[in-house]
């Protein structure tokens, strides 16, 4: 494989994985999305005791940290396309993702705690 | 002579550019795509206050309490009502993607009527949560 000295180095990586993790990972978040909030509609009144019983389960802590797993990925992805899209200067543009980067970042490692302080 | 030969001229539109948006008529498709973008971008700026947001909801019974004092100003019903619209939208308008990276709905009619769809589901689910959020029933 020939790489030229002007690769793009913002660029999408020239790959498949993206746009696939992309819909994998769409398809997590779809589906959790639509289980809690049928289960938000079906519960009626909640109040704190049964919300927080429900995240106390070890099942729920887990399948809530990889769906935002599935988020944060998602949101990369996203979020890149649209500072390659909108933004042109290179420099700029790699500012704005490593931004993307860190946020994203100190969003998993805070839900991380706040999934587990219950 | 050549007035009559002549065929009126129909706007053309290369890149669109921002001072052009209010007279370019995006088709139904392309509203979805936008919208979609919009919705994406706004759930990821408020991120870090849904993450706060759950928080206040898990951690102990008084920040419960402050979580729901907090949902009882109109701006904060504002905020949660974006995020609803902005979920639905993203929600809805994915699966209709999903479908046609699977090929399904991919002629021009029926993407049409799937974009309307998208907007036909969308938005009164929207409208009945924003009117729940508002205590309206």
């Not at chain 1, 999305?33 to 919300?51: C, F, K, S, T």
């Not at chain 2, 129909?10 to 498709?29: C, D, K, S």
Request: net charge positive.
């Amino acid at each position: 494989m020939s790489i030229g000295s002007k690769r793009l180095v913002v660029g999408a990586h020239y790959g498949l994985r993206d746009w696939l993790g992309q819909r994998v990972s769409a398809v997590i978040l779809g589906v959790y999305a639509i289980a809690l909030g049928l289960y938000v509609l079906l519960a009626g009144d909640l109040g704190y005791e049964r919300w927080a019983r429900l995240f106390a389960a070890s099942w729920m802590k887990v399948a809530t940290l990889l769906t935002l797993a599935a988020l944060f990925y998602h949101a990369w992805i996203g979020m890149r396309d649209l500072w390659m899209d909108y933004i042109k200067p290179v420099g700029v543009r790699l500012a704005l993702q490593v931004l993307t980067v860190l946020y994203l970042l100190a969003c998993a490692v805070w839900s991380v705690q706040v999934l587990w302080s219950v | 002579m050549s007035t009559v030969l002549q065929e009126k001229k129909r706007p053309e539109f290369r890149n669109i550019h921002v001072t052009q948006i209010v007279g370019y008529r995006l088709p139904a498709p392309g509203m979805v795509s936008i919208l979609h973008r919009i919705s994406g971008a706004l759930m990821f700026l408020l991120l870090a206050l849904v993450i706060w947001l759950l928080q206040l909801s898990l951690a102990s019974e008084l920040s419960f309490m402050r979580l729901k004092e907090l949902a009882s100003h109109w701006w904060v019903k504002l905020v949660f009502v974006a995020l609803a619209w902005a979920l639905l939208h993203h929600l809805v308008a994915g699966i209709r993607y999903l479908l046609l990276d699977l090929h399904l709905g991919v002629e021009k009619r029926a993407a049409n009527r799937s974009a309307l769809a998208v907007f036909a589901v969308s938005l009164p689910i929207t409208l009945l949560v924003a009117l729940r959020i508002f205590g309206v029933f």
